[in-house]
């Protein structure tokens, strides 16, 4: 599937898997959600999708941009985490983090950065970085590994074990990619409609 497909996906696996029940976890499923559903495509090559990833990836730096300054304006707990904790399991988490990155890109495509391997490097990232993030980025990793075995192109997400498992089903940027990008986001401002309706409501009864 496509950039744009993934990093809403990944966001509605994140609301799915783990809903979120205050803001600041609002806004750490949509952040977790969308790294992890984009990182596994740090391995792409061809130019087709490369435009496609940079597009997708400047969009979801916009987006995290964001959520970090709202996190920051409304003191919702991920800087507040940051600078509490600074140190060297922080540094061990960021060391982790770039190494993955740098292995990713590295890697032919649909290889390391999409097997349970680097899934498992990248919890180990986040647990010292900041493991309430954990269950959003490993619900939007695993989203973008589901829908590529739906692809043509076989995934070895056994790596390093090189054979590769695809289901056959659809093309990557076919008319399945645009109605599963279209359900999952319709899915994803659902739910956080009602979650922000919620907390509107529960804010209102205590007054």
């Given at each position: 599937?496509?950039?744009?497909?993934?990093?809403?996906a990944?966001?509605?696996?994140?609301?799915?898997?783990?809903?979120?029940?205050?803001?600041?976890?609002?806004?750490?499923?949509?952040?977790?959600?969308a790294?992890?559903?984009?990182?596994?495509?740090?391995?792409?090559?061809?130019?087709?999708?490369?435009?496609?990833?940079?597009v997708?990836?400047?969009t979801?730096?916009?987006?995290g941009?964001?959520?970090?300054?709202?996190?920051?304006?409304?003191?919702?707990?991920?800087?507040?985490?940051?600078?509490?904790h600074?140190?060297?399991?922080?540094?061990?988490?960021?060391?982790?983090?770039?190494?993955?990155?740098?292995?990713?890109?590295?890697?032919?495509h649909?290889s390391f950065?999409?097997?349970?391997?680097?899934?498992?490097?990248?919890?180990?990232?986040f647990?010292?970085?900041?493991?309430?993030l954990?269950?959003?980025?490993?619900?939007?990793?695993?989203?973008?590994?589901?829908?590529?075995?739906?692809?043509?192109?076989?995934?070895?997400?056994f790596?390093?074990?090189?054979?590769?498992?695809?289901?056959?089903?659809?093309s990557?940027?076919?008319?399945?990619?645009?109605?599963?990008?279209?359900?999952?986001?319709?899915?994803?401002v659902?739910?956080?409609?009602?979650?922000?309706?919620?907390?509107?409501?529960g804010?209102?009864?205590r007054?």
């Amino acid at each position: 599937m496509m950039g744009k497909t993934h990093m809403i996906a990944g966001i509605g696996a994140a609301v799915l898997i783990s809903p979120p029940d205050t803001i600041g976890g609002c806004l750490q499923a949509l952040l977790g959600g969308a790294l992890g559903g984009l990182i596994c495509d740090l391995d792409v090559q061809s130019s087709t999708y490369c435009r496609d990833a940079r597009v997708v990836r400047n969009t979801a730096l916009l987006l995290g941009a964001v959520i970090l300054f709202l996190d920051w304006k409304w003191s919702t707990g991920i800087w507040d985490h940051i600078g509490s904790h600074l140190g060297r399991r922080q540094l061990l988490g960021l060391g982790i983090f770039l190494v993955i990155t740098i292995a990713g890109k590295l890697s032919s495509h649909r290889s390391f950065t999409h097997s349970f391997l680097a899934l498992g490097f990248l919890m180990a990232a986040f647990y010292f970085l900041y493991a309430p993030l954990i269950p959003y980025v490993a619900a939007g990793f695993l989203s973008h590994m589901f829908l590529d075995l739906l692809n043509k192109k076989p995934v070895e997400i056994f790596y390093p074990y090189k054979k590769g498992v695809c289901l056959r089903l659809f093309s990557a940027d076919g008319l399945a990619n645009r109605l599963i990008c279209t359900v999952s986001l319709v899915f994803v401002v659902v739910q956080m409609w009602d979650i922000m309706w919620k907390l509107v409501l529960g804010a209102a009864g205590r007054f």
